[in-house]
């Protein structure tokens, strides 16, 4: 790199500078960067947290609670203490909470934490697991520690809402939205080298037709255009005859087949959010 940039040697000593500073570790932990939930003076997380769901169980069972009922709420309660859990459902059934007083649909639940007894009763899922014969353990497994994961809907038009009532809560600088990325696919990849290439709009679209259509909404990758071991190898023989018969379409080709795969642009995810207890 200084012979290449020779002309320019502060832009190798820039590179190694910025590189020396940068420092950053990540080290997974179970439960240490949740959120904290703000409780009652003189309570903690998990005292909090049982009394929610104890008041829940008496709305949706106002004629008394059920054994059966009152011995599965008592087996999560103790999983989600010991796993270290109770306070990601206190956010959870807050923000819930929040958006359904302030006239904003919420699903009735979906995924595997419909099993949860104790999220039925903290009103984060609206169908009873027992009744529709659920299973908490697909959802949160003493055996298999792993973060549980609620797939909450709301209403899009208002999505935007809970998000800001979720960042006023806890502060800007502990929620962030989730990242996303547009990769380029194989026929973007065509169309791109043809045009860096200099070649008219016609080539890249010559050069796209001649791919295989795609199955099951994916395109061929360009990799295996030319892999005999390839399951929809036969499919390419128009591509092969095509990229073969110009060495503009074969240079074209193999420029993009390193292109395909590289990110091409990032994006707000529309309803991902991250959020910690530190910033």
């Given at each position: 790199?200084?012979?290449?940039?020779?002309?320019?040697?502060?832009?190798?000593?820039?590179?190694?500078?910025?590189?020396?500073?940068?420092?950053?570790?990540?080290?997974?932990?179970?439960?240490?960067?949740?959120?904290?939930?703000?409780?009652?003076?003189?309570?903690?997380?998990?005292?909090?947290?049982?009394?929610?769901?104890?008041?829940?169980?008496?709305?949706?069972?106002?004629?008394?609670?059920?054994?059966?009922?009152?011995?599965?709420?008592?087996?999560?309660?103790?999983?989600?203490?010991?796993?270290?859990?109770p306070g990601y459902f206190l956010v959870v059934a807050d923000f819930i909470k929040w958006a359904k007083e302030n006239g904003i649909r919420v699903g009735p639940g979906r995924g595997s934490g419909a099993g949860s007894m104790v999220a039925y009763a903290m009103r984060i899922t609206d169908l009873d697991?027992?009744?529709?014969?659920?299973?908490f353990e697909r959802f949160l497994?003493?055996?298999?520690?792993?973060?549980?994961?609620?797939?909450?809907?709301?209403?899009?038009?208002r999505r935007s809402e809970v998000i800001d009532y979720v960042i006023?809560?806890?502060?800007?600088?502990?929620?962030?939205?989730?990242?996303?990325?547009?990769?380029?696919?194989?026929?973007?990849?065509?169309?791109?080298?043809?045009?860096?290439?200099?070649?008219?709009?016609?080539?890249?679209?010559?050069?796209?037709?001649?791919m295989p259509p795609d199955a099951?909404?994916?395109?061929?990758?360009?990799g295996d255009i030319e892999n005999d071991k390839s399951s929809r190898y036969k499919e390419a023989q128009e591509m092969r005859e095509t990229i073969n018969r110009d060495p503009r379409y074969r240079e074209i080709f193999d420029l993009a087949t390193g292109l395909e795969g590289l990110k091409r642009q990032w994006g707000v995810h529309a309803a991902g959010v991250i959020m910690s207890s530190d910033p």
């Open positions: 790199m200084r012979e290449l940039f020779r002309d320019f040697p502060e832009a190798c000593d820039n590179t190694l500078a910025i590189a020396e500073r940068c420092q950053v570790e990540f080290h997974e932990s179970n439960g240490e960067y949740m959120p904290r939930f703000p409780v009652p003076e003189g309570e903690s997380e998990e005292s909090w947290f049982v009394k929610e769901v104890e008041r829940g169980l008496a709305y949706r069972y106002p004629s008394g609670i059920p054994d059966a009922v009152r011995k599965q709420a008592e087996y999560e309660i103790g999983v989600i203490l010991q796993m270290g859990f697991p027992l009744q529709h014969g659920l299973i497994n003493p055996e298999r520690v792993s973060m549980p994961d609620f797939d909450v809907d709301f209403d899009d038009r006023r809560k806890y502060g800007d600088e502990r929620v962030a939205m989730i990242v996303t990325y547009g990769t380029i696919k194989s026929k973007q990849a065509l169309k791109d080298a043809a045009r860096v290439m200099g070649e008219p709009f016609q080539t890249g679209e010559t050069l796209t037709k001649a099951q909404g994916k395109p061929m990758p360009l």
